[in-house]
């Protein structure tokens, strides 16, 4: 069931953002735009990958031959060494997000004392 729900379930492509081209959109604003992007991207590999170790972890449970079980052993290192990089560059975009909202705040604070 969760295969087939899976199958058909792609990487969206997002309109870009309505003021994005817009001559009085700021380079904050863009990065900010794309640092959102990223993280949707990053979200939807890690539950892709969140699954796909799920399901490794079931087989390893119902597996009875040793050399098929070393195999899916070593897949499911492999599996969760990406799902905790990808868990590192959530963190990082996170943070960005928060470097970017706080000049954004910060050069909205300039504007209102000028």
């Known amino acids: 069931m969760i295969k087939k729900l899976n199958k ?5 492509n997002r309109p870009m953002w309505i003021y994005y081209h817009d001559k009085d959109t700021n380079d904050l604003g863009r990065v900010s735009y794309q640092a959102w ?13 969140w699954l796909h ?21 070593l897949q499911q290192r492999i599996v969760d060494e990406h799902l905790n990089q990808i868990r590192l560059l959530l963190k990082d975009n996170e943070k960005l997000k928060d470097e970017i909202f706080e000049k954004i705040i910060a050069e909205d604070e300039l504007k209102i004392v000028k």
């Not at 058909?8 to 969206?12: D, E, I, L, V, Y």
């Not at 992007?37 to 990958?49: A, G, N, S, T, V």
Request: no cysteine; aromatic share 10%.
């Open 53 to 73: 170790s799920l399901r490794l972890k079931h087989s390893l449970l119902y597996e009875r031959t040793k050399k098929l079980k070393a195999e899916l052993k």
């Open 8 to 12: 058909h379930k792609g990487f969206r």
């Open 37 to 49: 992007e990223i993280y949707f991207i990053l979200k939807d590999l890690h539950e892709r990958m």
